[in-house]
C-alpha cells in the first residue's frame, strides 16, 4: 500500500537549519508529484513545496527563497532543506502524493530559542 514516512524535525534555534526527508513506498514514485504541508499548533494546513515528476518545484511565498525541495527517485525520497528558520516555521510537516490523498504521519519541527 501507499506510504509516506517522514523524518529529521526536531528543535533548532530561529536561524537555524533542518532537513526533512519523506520516505515513499507503494506506488511508482517517480511518475508522481509529491507535497510538503505543515500544520502550526491551532492553525489549519498550510501547503508548503511541489515537487513534480519532472523536478519542478513550486514554493509558498512563506518560505521561498528560505526552503529548498528536491528528490531522489532512485531512493523512492523526497527532501525538504529548511534554512534560516524562524519561530513560526514551528509545525508538524507532513508529505502527501500531489493529490493530497496519502499522507505520512508527520515530523515536527519546533523554532525556538
Known amino acids: 500500500q501507499v506510504q509516506f514516512v517522514e523524518s529529521g524535525g526536531g528543535l533548532v534555534q530561529p536561524g537555524g537549519s533542518l532537513r526533512l526527508s519523506c520516505a515513499a513506498s507503494?506506488?511508482?514514485?517517480?511518475?508522481?508529484?509529491i507535497t510538503w504541508l505543515r500544520q502550526a499548533p491551532g492553525k489549519g494546513v498550510e501547503w508548503v513545496a511541489d515537487i513534480n515528476s519532472g523536478g519542478l518545484t513550486y514554493y509558498a511565498a512563506t518560505v521561498k527563497g528560505r526552503f529548498t525541495i528536491s528528490r531522489d527517485n532512485a531512493k523512492s525520497t523526497v527532501y525538504l532543506q529548511m534554512n534560516s528558520l524562524k519561530d513560526e516555521d514551528t509545525a508538524v510537516y507532513y508529505c502527501a502524493d500531489g493529490w493530497y490523498q496519502y499522507w505520512g504521519q508527520g515530523t515536527q519541527v519546533t523554532v525556538s530559542s
Open positions: 507503494g506506488f511508482n514514485f517517480s511518475a508522481f508529484a
